[in-house]
């Protein structure tokens, strides 16, 4: 997947597992910035992480502009989970300044 694209995949992903993570943390009221940049932020580093991990780098498919179908499935995984996670983490902060 070419990097740009991988990038707005992993954090609109992590925007929706954040939002997803809010709900279920409701011990914090965070505003909806901080959810979007939370969400956005932990859905970027999820994704990388997650590359880096499985090794997406390289293909051969993605190189010849075709669609790597696990590479996005991937993205998408490691984009909520860091999202949901860095959300999560920053709701209790939060909630516990307040």
């Keep these: ?5 991988a990038v707005a995949v992993q954090a609109l992903a992590g925007i929706a597992g954040g939002g997803v993570a809010s709900q279920v943390v409701k011990s ?3 505003a909806l910035l901080p959810k979007l940049l939370s969400g956005a932020l932990g859905g ?33 995984a490691g984009g909520a989970v860091g999202g949901g996670a860095l959300t ?3 709701g209790q902060v939060l909630g516990k300044r307040g």
Aim: glycine fraction near 28%.
């Design 88 to 90: 999560a983490i920053v």
């Design 44 to 76: 970027v580093a999820g994704g990388s992480l997650i590359g880096a991990i499985l090794g997406g780098a390289g293909d051969p498919a993605a190189a010849a502009g075709g669609l790597d179908l696990g590479s996005l499935i991937g993205q998408l």
């Design 28 to 30: 914090a009221g965070m």
């Design 1 to 5: 997947m070419e990097g740009i694209v």
